[in-house]
T-cell receptor, first 113, second 111 residues
Framework: DAMVIQNPRYQVTQFGKPVTLSCSQTLNHNVMYWYQQKSSQAPKLLFHYYDKDFNNEADTPDNFQSRRPNTSFCFLDIRSPGLGDAAMYLC????????????FGSGTQLSVL | GENVEQHPSTLSVQEGDSAVIKCTYSDSASNYFPWYKQELGKRPQLIIDIRSNVGEKKDQRIAVTLNKTAKHFSLHITETQPEDSAVYFCAASPNDYKLSFGAGTTVTVRA
């Protein structure tokens, strides 16, 4: 019953080598979020899309970009990954702008070598 | 912005005992407080939530209490079972796009 699907589950990249993480949803939710979660820390919101409107958090590094080509898909692009970008990246969706009933994907664990 | 602190970071309880996790928040405008459970290797899932117009909410063995004056809220799990072992996250939302999470509590239920 996977409703928010993230691929791949584990991603290994090299220092400085661009990497893209993907998220798809079958819920037809209009809001999609990307969270970064480092070990033993709270998930941190990077940005979100309300439909096609992109909303970046003030402290999200420029190294992180996102694309949402349609309702179902959202991508996280890390242009030049550093060692500090190694983390779990969680995609989530919700049906409106109030963050209620967030549905999370299983996450992509990113390693940077 | 909203800052959510969660305690304890780890909690070990005997099966059948109760577990309590506490969170404090900083933004008095926050009015929505969900709790998420994340089992090892699985996605975070909403287990219970409460709005600021309610002081307590219960769902079977799980309950959440909210003290708006003190800006803290707590998760109570009674009659704990091994399947309750997981990481629990509290969160607070000031009714905008931001859901601020606590750092999580790793709960271990000993058989």
């Amino acid at each position: 019953d996977a409703m928010v699907i993230q691929n791949p589950r584990y991603q290994v990249t090299q220092f400085g080598k661009p990497v893209t993480l993907s998220c798809s949803q079958t819920l037809n939710h209009n809001v999609m979020y990307w969270y970064q979660q480092k070990s033993s820390q709270a998930p941190k919101l990077l940005f979100h899309y309300y439909d096609k409107d992109f909303n970046n958090e003030a402290d999200t590094p420029d190294n992180f970009q996102s694309r949402r080509p349609n309702t179902s898909f959202c991508f996280l692009d890390i242009r030049s990954p550093g060692l500090g970008d190694a983390a779990m990246y969680l995609c989530a969706t919700s049906s409106d702008a109030t963050n209620e009933k967030l549905f999370f994907g299983s996450g992509t664990q990113l390693s940077v070598l | 912005g909203e800052n959510v602190e969660q305690h304890p970071s780890t909690l070990s309880v005997q099966e059948g005992d109760s577990a309590v996790i506490k969170c404090t928040y900083s933004d008095s405008a926050s009015n929505y407080f969900p709790w998420y459970k994340q089992e090892l290797g699985k996605r975070p899932q909403l287990i219970i939530d409460i709005r600021s117009n309610v002081g307590e909410k219960k769902d079977q063995r799980i309950a959440v209490t909210l003290n708006k004056t003190a800006k803290h809220f707590s998760l109570h799990i009674t009659e704990t079972q091994p399947e309750d072992s997981a990481v629990y996250f509290c969160a607070a939302s000031p009714n905008d796009y931001k859901l601020s999470f606590g750092a999580g509590t790793t709960v271990t239920v000993r058989a």
